[in-house]
């Protein structure tokens, strides 16, 4: 008889209890692109900095692709010098250039143990309102 051992998903609380591995990335944005950033792992936690040097730097972040639209309207914006932190557990997050040109941010995220592939998918269409 095989033994059925647990897979640990995103609903496994003792991976958001225990110390976050690190992970920092950063880029340089222009208005009209898109740079999506696929954590490894899921994240316990994220933080967001817009690291513009203009007042007129601004850049946008969704945790999907279609959230960035106009239309759709499921992000948020951060303003020169601005940034966001949160416990959000996510795989990915999408930042555009909503103003300025050459626009610079940085993320860093605390990873959990658990894999990507064992995390829901995050749609408007799975049910996720907000999400795009």
Same mark, same amino acid.
């Given at each position: 008889?095989? /033994?059925?051992?647990?897979?640990?998903?995103?609903?496994? =609380?003792?991976a958001?209890?225990a110390?976050a @591995?690190?992970?920092i990335?950063?880029s340089?944005?222009?208005?009209?692109?898109?740079?999506?950033i696929?954590?490894p792992?899921?994240?316990r936690f994220?933080?967001v900095?817009n690291?513009?040097? +203009?007042?007129?730097?601004? @850049?946008? =972040?969704?945790?999907?692709? &279609?959230?960035?639209?106009?239309?759709?309207?499921?992000?948020?914006?951060?303003?020169?010098? +601005?940034?966001?932190?949160?416990?959000?557990?996510? @795989?990915?997050?999408?930042?555009?250039?909503?103003?300025?040109? &050459? =626009?610079?941010?940085? +993320? @860093?995220?605390? /990873?959990?143990?658990?894999?990507?592939?064992?995390?829901l998918?995050?749609?408007?269409? &799975?049910?996720?309102?907000?999400?795009?």
């Amino acid at each position: 008889m095989g /033994l059925s051992y647990p897979v640990i998903n995103e609903g496994y =609380v003792p991976a958001y209890q225990a110390s976050a @591995i690190p992970y920092i990335t950063g880029s340089t944005i222009s208005a009209g692109q898109v740079h999506s950033i696929s954590f490894p792992q899921v994240t316990r936690f994220f933080n967001v900095q817009n690291v513009g040097t +203009v007042t007129t730097d601004e @850049i946008a =972040v969704a945790m999907t692709q &279609n959230g960035l639209s106009t239309s759709a309207g499921n992000y948020f914006t951060l303003p020169q010098g +601005v940034s966001f932190r949160d416990e959000l557990r996510t @795989i990915q997050l999408f930042i555009s250039c909503s103003s300025g040109t &050459n =626009v610079r941010y940085q +993320v @860093i995220a605390g /990873l959990t143990n658990i894999p990507q592939n064992q995390f829901l998918p995050i749609t408007a269409s &799975n049910g996720h309102a907000g999400v795009g």
